[in-house]
Every structure is written in C-alpha cells, then in structure tokens.
C-alpha cells in the first residue's frame, strides 16, 4: 500500500497501464504521448491513422461495443487498466432544422453513446483504485450555435459522469476535463477569421495547445480525491 492508503499499483511513480480513446491525433495523441513519457504502458485507438511512437495501437470503432470488448480482453493480457481516457469526438455542424438525422445519431453515438458503452466495460476492468478521464467540452456549458447535437452529447456525458461517480465511488474515480478552443484539426481547418474569433473568445486571448489539455488530464488521473467533477481548461471561458 502507498502511504495514501491506496494500491501501490495506483501510486503517481509506479508505472501503470493506460487506455487512450482516440489516440491517433489532436487532443489524444497528446494524451498518450504524455502517459507514455513517463513511463506508462499505453494502449491508444485508432480508426486507422496509427498512434504516436510508444504507443501500443489498437484499431477501434467506439460506436461498436463487441469492438469495446475486444479491446478489454487485449488489454487484460497485460494487466488490469490502471486509467482509462475516452478523447475521440466528431462533430457535424450546422441549424437543427438542416441536421440530418445521421448528423444527429453519428455524433451521439460517438460522443455520448460510445463513451457509455466504454466506461461500462472498463468498470468491471479497471484495478481498484483507478481513474476514468472522458473529454467534454466548454460548449456543454455554454452552447454554441450549430452545435445543438455536440452540445446535447457532452452535456450528456457529464451527466452521465456525476452519475457513475456516485455509482462506483468505492471502486475507482471518474472526472471530466472540459477543453475551451485547442490548436487542433478543427482550429486549423477554419478561416483565419473563424480562428481568430476563438481566439478573442477566450479572456486569454489565445486557444490551448493539446498538450496543455494533455497536462491536465494526466494531472486528474492521478488526483486520488476527485471524482464526479468537470474540470474547464478554457483560458478563463468557463470558470
């Protein structure tokens, strides 16, 4: 036991085994990257594009929940999971009266639904002790117009969240962190004046870097008296 009282397995130095959601880009990437740098067996998913150097890769549709299994069952050949991070997302924008009833159902599923279906599966895996860290958003908060199927799916989670934590408070923890505008593919993929409208967004006046939400997230799996909470990364948005 740690001198905290909880499974060595769990202490911040002892290496642990991580799963990474969404491991191939952005946001996950950084994640995975910042696990496997110090030290950690990290497993991270794709749909395809690989995973980061040290990365073990695990090719995954999180809309499928026999994929979920396989993953557990691959992981578990190694050791229970010590944390577990859900970063993938996807968003189709546009006026609710215009979303296609695919637009609607493709992103609950992959935002709300399939991170369902993991946190289920990794409750009965995880080592005691452990944390779950799943991505939301600030739009949760705040909304966004164009966005009514993200927002409604990431409020959903941290809902979900609060819940689970209540659930399971004895056996491991889980938490949010809620990223505001992050140098991703969506931020470089947009005019410069959309670019520069998150920008000015933020009392920061500038959008985060995906290590500094990566930073973060390692930073809350291993706070061993948090559970149930949302945790804004916003530059001062959401406070």
């Known amino acids: 036991m740690s001198e905290r009282g909880i499974p060595q397995s769990q202490a911040a130095d002892a290496p642990k085994t991580v799963v990474v959601i969404g491991a ?7 994640i995975a990257s910042t696990f496997a740098a110090h030290g950690h067996r990290v497993i991270g ?8 150097s040290g990365v073990e890769g695990f090719e995954l549709d999180i809309t499928e929940p026999a994929q979920i299994a396989e993953l557990f069952a691959f992981v578990a050949k190694g050791g229970k999971p010590d944390v577990v991070v859900v970063a993938s997302g996807i968003t189709r924008d546009g006026p609710l009266v215009r979303m296609s009833d695919d637009d609607i159902e493709a992103v609950l599923a992959t935002n709300l639904v399939g991170p369902m279906h993991v946190v289920r599966a990794a409750a ?19 909304g966004h117009v164009g966005q009514a199927n993200y927002t409604a799916a990431k409020a959903g989670l941290e809902g979900f969240v609060r819940t689970v934590s209540q659930e399971y ?32 967004a933020t ?19 291993q706070s061993t008296f948090m559970t149930g909470a949302t945790v804004p990364v916003s530059g001062g948005i959401v406070i």
């Open 124 to 142: 009965s895996k995880i080592a005691r002790g452990g944390s779950i860290v799943l991505l939301s958003s600030v739009s949760a908060r705040l």
């Open 24 to 30: 191939s880009r952005g946001i996950g990437a950084a």
């Open 45 to 52: 998913t794709h749909r395809g594009g690989g995973t980061p």
């Open 203 to 221: 009392p920061m006046r500038r959008v985060a870097e995906p290590q500094e939400i990566a930073d973060v997230v390692f930073w809350v799996s």
């Open 169 to 200: 408070a004895s056996r491991f923890r889980i938490n949010i962190v809620s990223p505001g505008p992050t140098r991703t593919d969506m931020f470089t993929d947009a005019s410069a004046e959309a670019q520069e409208t998150m920008q000015q």
